[in-house]
């Protein structure tokens, strides 16, 4: 572990803890780090550039899915395994769509593994239409966990 993962991992604790919240983000960064590996594996055709949208576009979601972690653990410290109780089980339903969100990720890296693994695909593959319809299930459940959150901050200045 050099220098700067050391601070990251720092930064990480102070932000996410070390609980729920910090181990639903960091799944979910694993599936983005291995959705990038499988496609950095894929010839670098004219149908690998039509992958970088979506894998940019996961990328791009990581920092959401980091604030919805740093407000959930503003909001319900966790540094164990359990979810924090709420009055109306929103703080589960928030790990849910966050955990969610994280499989999708792994479903999105698994879709496109089967693209790499099924050989040439033309522009309307329905292998690569079905990455991309794994990332708007994606964005869905992150859409879903915001939502929680903003339920979650309601319920807590009641």
């Known amino acids: 572990m050099g220098i700067r993962d050391m601070l990251q991992s720092r930064r990480d604790d102070a932000e996410l803890g070390r609980g729920v919240w910090?181990?639903?983000?960091?799944?979910f960064r694993r599936g983005i780090?291995?959705?990038?590996?499988?496609?950095?594996k894929l010839p670098h055709d004219q149908n690998f550039e039509l992958l970088i949208p979506e894998a940019n576009a996961l990328a791009d979601?990581?920092?959401?899915?980091?604030?919805?972690?740093?407000?959930?653990?503003?909001?319900?410290?966790?540094?164990?395994?359990?979810?924090?109780?709420?009055?109306?089980g929103t703080y589960s339903d928030l790990h849910r769509s966050?955990?969610?969100?994280?499989n999708a990720v792994a479903?999105?890296?698994?879709?496109?593994?089967?693209?790499?693994?099924?050989?040439?695909c033309q522009l309307s593959c329905s292998r690569k239409v079905a990455v991309s319809r794994r990332?708007?299930?994606?964005?869905?459940?992150?859409?879903?966990?915001?939502?929680?959150?903003a339920q979650a901050h309601r319920?807590?200045?009641n």
């Open 107 to 120: 479903l999105c890296a698994e879709a496109l593994a089967m693209v790499r693994c099924q050989g040439d």
């Open 33 to 40: 780090d291995r959705f990038h590996q499988i496609l950095e």
């Open 135 to 149: 990332l708007q299930t994606v964005i869905e459940h992150i859409e879903d966990a915001e939502a929680k959150l």
């Open 98 to 102: 966050l955990s969610r969100a994280g």
């Open 155 to 157: 319920e807590s200045t």
């Open 22 to 27: 910090r181990r639903a983000h960091d799944r």
């Open 61 to 88: 979601l990581l920092p959401r899915v980091r604030d919805i972690a740093r407000q959930a653990q503003l909001l319900a410290p966790s540094q164990g395994t359990d979810i924090p109780a709420s009055p109306h």
